[in-house]
């Protein structure tokens, strides 16, 4: 009987939408305190995932919600790089 391979969910942090993690960006708050875009999802840390829409960075960015998913204060820097990394300007 083959096994199949379970598929690793994650829920956006603007749409609450549940989609596989491979097809999300993470975010990523180390143990110094930065955040980061994490290309590989491999970085260590608490991370924070958001989907593919452009209709979810503008939400991430008007709420602040990386602010609520890290408890901490977010640098605008932050939510631009994710605004260019989707081109959802």
């Known amino acids: 009987m083959p096994v199949e391979k379970k598929i690793p ?3 956006c ?3 609450r939408e549940e ?3 491979r097809d999300m960006l993470r975010i990523v708050k180390n143990a110094a305190g930065e955040i980061r875009l994490d290309f590989s999802g ?3 840390g608490r991370g924070a995932y958001i989907c593919n829409s452009a209709e979810c960075v503008r939400r991430l ?3 602040r919600l ?3 998913a890290f408890s901490a204060p977010v640098p605008d820097e932050v ?3 994710i605004e260019e ?3 959802a300007k």
Do not use: D
Request: glycine content about 4%; some cysteine; aromatic content about 12%.
């Open 9 to 11: 969910m994650r829920t």
């Open 13 to 15: 942090i603007a749409c």
């Open 19 to 21: 989609m596989p993690k």
């Open 42 to 44: 491999k970085l260590p």
């Open 61 to 63: 960015k008007k709420y």
């Open 66 to 68: 990386l602010n609520k």
């Open 79 to 81: 939510y631009l790089r």
């Open 85 to 87: 990394e989707f081109g």
